[in-house]
């Protein structure tokens, strides 16, 4: 079993950044795929991106694409989201979460298990 906790959330200004951090404990982090997800208030669970387990691939949704970077430390067994250019529709709660599967599968949260609490991201205009 893995355990997740999230952290760097806050409330940022349009055109600004943050690091979130999703730290694991618990064994053989280094065999999961790693996602983020977010949710806003009223809308469903969405993927945001996704890092293969040795950090070869990475997957991000279009909305993101550029702005954002996913990357990981195994040694340190913490994946992290580098968000710049944060804009007011990136407010929402972020997830990290692990994944046995790749590929498209990678995309899909009902393919993750072990959520973390979240963390929360305000980006005012």
């Known amino acids: 079993q893995v355990q997740l906790v999230e952290s760097g959330g806050g409330s940022v200004q349009a055109g600004g950044s943050l690091r979130l951090s999703c730290a694991a404990s618990?064994?053989?982090?280094?065999?999961?795929?790693m996602g983020w997800f977010r949710q806003a208030p009223g809308k469903q669970r969405e993927f945001v991106a996704a890092?293969?387990?040795?950090?070869?691939?990475?997957y991000y949704a279009d909305s993101v694409k550029g702005r954002f970077t996913i990357s990981r430390d195994n040694a340190k067994n913490t994946v992290y989201l580098q968000m710049n250019s944060l804009k007011p529709e990136d407010t929402a709660v972020y997830s990290c979460?692990?994944?046995?599967?790749?590929?498209?599968?990678?995309?899909?949260?009902?393919?993750?298990?072990?959520w973390g609490q979240g963390t929360q991201v305000t980006v005012s205009s």
């Open positions: 979460a692990v994944s046995h599967l790749w590929g498209s599968a990678a995309l899909g949260d009902q393919n993750y298990y072990s």
């Open positions: 618990g064994r053989s982090f280094a065999a999961y795929a």
């Open positions: 890092i293969h387990w040795d950090g070869s691939k990475t």
